[in-house]
């Protein structure tokens, strides 16, 4: 069966500081990943998306990036945080070759990695 | 610009009772769409979802309506019980949501005993 996995679970971060979460899946091959943010108020905002190793889709502007190394690794970074990053991240995943999933876009989200940026 | 709006932040229900959850969304593109259940601290769960081509799915106590003229949609939960009380999101998916879904921003649903 399929898992995903990211952490870490909880960071405190001061502004200006590195950031650096990571996302691994298990249990398929060539997924559809993506990063999510929780912030308070707003929903579930899409940050980015990979359909493939070292292909990145930026949906809003920020100070964050996020990379593909390997087939199932997702990270999400900044060189310097700012206090509006505080959030609840998310990363997903998707397997449009699965059959099923293809036809209604499901997304399986990992346990997720609350960041707190004073 | 909110393609999919959930207008009610939260929603107080007595166990036992129907919740009903609500979504609108603006973008006539969206062909799938999904409802998670969220608790805190926790990442979405997949609830239930419906293809643009049909207006009723129904599994077990959860039931989404489609009305497509309307660009509505709705999560019907019968009876509620108290492990229900959590945020529901609303996602809308398009050309087989390969670049993701679009969500709206929740509704959280309390259930009282």
């Known amino acids: 069966s399929q898992t995903i996995h990211q952490w870490p679970a909880t960071l405190v971060q001061p502004v200006g500081s590195p950031l650096s979460l990571e996302c691994t899946v298990e249990g398929t091959s060539n997924p559809n990943l993506y990063w999510y943010r929780q912030a308070a108020g707003r929903g579930l905002q899409l940050l980015f998306y990979?359909?493939?190793?070292?292909?990145i889709s930026s949906e809003v502007p920020q100070n964050l990036s996020a990379s593909r190394p390997q087939d199932r690794q997702f990270i999400l970074s900044s060189k310097k945080l700012l206090l509006s990053d505080s959030g609840f991240y998310l990363c997903a995943w998707t397997d449009l070759a699965g059959g099923g999933l293809r036809s209604t876009g499901e997304l399986f989200f990992g346990e997720g990695s609350r960041l707190t940026v004073l | 610009d909110q393609q999919v709006k959930q207008n009610s932040p939260s929603l107080s229900v007595q166990e036992g009772r129907i919740s009903i959850l609500n979504c609108d969304y603006t973008?006539?593109?969206?062909?799938?769409f999904l409802w998670y259940k969220k608790y805190p601290a926790e990442g979405p769960t997949f609830l239930i979802s419906?293809?643009?081509?049909?207006d009723k799915n129904e599994d077990g106590r959860f039931t989404v309506f489609l009305n497509k003229s309307a660009k509505h949609l709705s999560l019907h939960i019968v009876p509620s019980q108290p492990g229900d009380s959590a945020v529901y999101f609303c996602?809308?998916?398009?050309?087989?949501?390969?670049?993701?879904?679009?969500f709206g921003k929740g509704t959280h649903l309390i259930i009282q005993p």
């Open positions: 996602a809308a998916s398009e050309r087989g949501g390969a670049d993701g879904l679009t």
């Open positions: 419906i293809s643009s081509i049909k």
């Open positions: 990979s359909v493939g190793i070292g292909q």
């Open positions: 973008n006539s593109m969206f062909d799938y």
